[in-house]
C-alpha cells in the first residue's frame, strides 16, 4: 500500500475569515449584473429607495403697465414670493405705460435689463407691456415651455366699462390669451386725493386667495378657459366687502381736449400720465423743455414756408405754419344708470368685482365663471351658513346673491 505524500491533505487558511468575506463582497460586486438587476431602483447604502425630488412650483409670469418700480407691481411680486405656492418671474416696461392698448414695438430693437427682485427672477423691457408678455412668453428669456398663469397688476386706475379698450393692463393679459395661456388682470381703484402706496399692499393680499385657487385649477385642469379674469380692487381693500362677479358696464370717461400754451404738462391738470412717478415727470420736463429750446433755435435762424403756387407776378405765394398744444383730459361722467351687478357699481359699494372677459374684450357666459367662483372663494358654504331657520320665518327673507366674506 504506498503511502500518502501528504498534498491531499487540507491545509488551514492562513487569512483571517472576516478578511476573507470582505474579498468575496468585493469580487462579487465586480461581476456585471444580470438584465434584471440592473434596471432595479437605486437604493441607499441603509436599503432605503432614493427620496423623489419634490415637484416643481407652478411658474407665473407678472407684468405691470405702471413700470418696473410701480408700487403695484411691488406688492404684487411680495405676496406672491411670501405666499410661497409658485415660482415668480417678472417682465414689465422700464417706465409707466398708461392708455398704450394692445400696441407692440416693430421695427425697433427692445432691450431687456436684469433687475434684483427679492424671490424673484425679473427683466426691465423698452418696449409696451404687450412687448412684455410676448417677449416673456417666447421662453428667449426664461428656460419654460409656457407658464402657468400670467398676472397683470397691479395697476393704478380701475379698469371698467370701455376703459379695457386702451388699458394697457388688461391688452396684457389679452396677450397672454392670444397664446392660451390663463391670465389676471387686476387693478386698484385708485384716488387721487385719498389712495396710498400701502393700499396695492392690502389689495395684492385680498387678491392672493383667488390667485393661489386659480393656480390649483389650472394644475388640476378645471380652470375657466377662454377667458381672462379683470379683478377690480375697491379703493379701501382692507375694508372690501367680498368677491362679486360682476358684468362689464357701458361706462366710459368723457375726454376731453383743452388748449394749452406749451407742450409742457399742467400740475393742476389730471391727464393720463397723472400715476407717473416722480422721476418719470421730471425726466419727461426736461425732454420737452429741451425740444422747447431745440425749436426755438431752430425757428430763430430760419422760417418754414410752404409754396403753394406761384402768381402771375412769378412771386411764390408765402403761409406760415401754425403749431398748437393740446392735452387730454378724462371727465368722469355720472352714472346713476348702472346695475348693482356691473363692474363699476360693485367697485363702488366695496366689492372686489370679477368680470371675465373674452379674447375679444367681450363678457363670457356668466354660469362657469359664477359656479368656479363660488368654490374658488368658499361662497358655497356661506349660502348654507345664510339658510333660514324655523324659528326665523318671520325674518326677512335671505337675498338670493348674499356678499361674500372678505379675502382678508
Known amino acids: 500500500m504506498a503511502a500518502s505524500s501528504g498534498d491531499d491533505v487540507p491545509r488551514p487558511n492562513p487569512l483571517p475569515s472576516a478578511l476573507v468575506s470582505n474579498l468575496q463582497s468585493v469580487l462579487a460586486a465586480r461581476r456585471p449584473a444580470p438584465a434584471e438587476e440592473a434596471s432595479a431602483p437605486e437604493v441607499e447604502s441603509s436599503g432605503a429607495p432614493v427620496a423623489e425630488e419634490a415637484p416643481a412650483k407652478p411658474a407665473v409670469l407678472v407684468t405691470c403697465a405702471g413700470g418696473i418700480r410701480s408700487a403695484g407691481l411691488a406688492a404684487l411680486v411680495d405676496a406672491l414670493v411670501a405666499g410661497g405656492r409658485c415660482e415668480v418671474h417678472v417682465c414689465a416696461p422700464e417706465s409707466d405705460k398708461p392708455a398704450c392698448g394692445h400696441s407692440i414695438t ?109 393656480l390649483e385649477d389650472i394644475e388640476k385642469g378645471t380652470f375657466l378657459r377662454g377667458c381672462l379674469l379683470n379683478i377690480g380692487v375697491p379703493s379701501s381693500p382692507a375694508a372690501n366687502k367680498g368677491f362679486k362677479l360682476t358684468k362689464q358696464s357701458a361706462y366710459c370717461p368723457a375726454q376731453s381736449w383743452q388748449g394749452v400754451s406749451t407742450s409742457r404738462p399742467s400740475h393742476a391738470t389730471h391727464f393720463m400720465g397723472m400715476h407717473q412717478s416722480l422721476g418719470i415727470q421730471l425726466a419727461q420736463l426736461g425732454k420737452d423743455a429741451s425740444a422747447a429750446g431745440a425749436a426755438r433755435r431752430i425757428n430763430a435762424q430760419k422760417k418754414t414756408v410752404e409754396v403753394e403756387s406761384v402768381a402771375s407776378t412769378g412771386k411764390p405765394e408765402v403761409r406760415e405754419t401754425v403749431k398748437k398744444f393740446f392735452r387730454a383730459e378724462f371727465i368722469e361722467k355720472q352714472h346713476e344708470s348702472l346695475d348693482e351687478d356691473m363692474d363699476l357699481r360693485a367697485l363702488e359699494n366695496g366689492f372686489i368685482s370679477v368680470t371675465p372677459l373674452n379674447v375679444h374684450g367681450e363678457p363670457e357666459a356668466g354660469a362657469p365663471a359664477s359656479d368656479w367662483l363660488l368654490v374658488a372663494v368658499g361662497l358655497d358654504k356661506a349660502k348654507e351658513d345664510s339658510l333660514v331657520t324655523p324659528e326665523e320665518q318671520d325674518a326677512p327673507a335671505v337675498a338670493e346673491e348674499k356678499e361674500a366674506p372678505s379675502a382678508t
Open 106 to 214: 416693430i421695427r425697433e430693437t427692445v432691450a431687456a435689463t436684469s433687475v434684483d427682485f427679492t424671490g424673484a427672477k425679473a427683466f426691465e423691457i423698452s418696449g409696451t407691456p404687450v412687448d412684455c408678455v410676448s417677449l416673456g412668453l417666447s421662453g428667449r428669456l426664461f428656460s419654460w415651455s409656457a407658464p402657468a398663469l400670467v398676472i397683470s397688476g397691479i395697476n393704478a386706475g380701475p379698469n371698467c366699462g370701455y376703459e379695457m379698450f386702451h388699458s394697457s393692463a388688461i391688452a396684457a393679459a389679452r396677450e397672454a390669451l392670444l397664446y392660451d395661456v390663463p391670465s389676471i388682470a387686476i387693478s386698484l381703484n385708485w384716488k387721487k386725493d385719498g389712495s396710498k402706496d400701502s393700499d396695492f399692499k392690502d389689495a395684492a393680499e385680498v387678491c392672493l386667495p383667488l390667485i393661489h385657487a386659480a
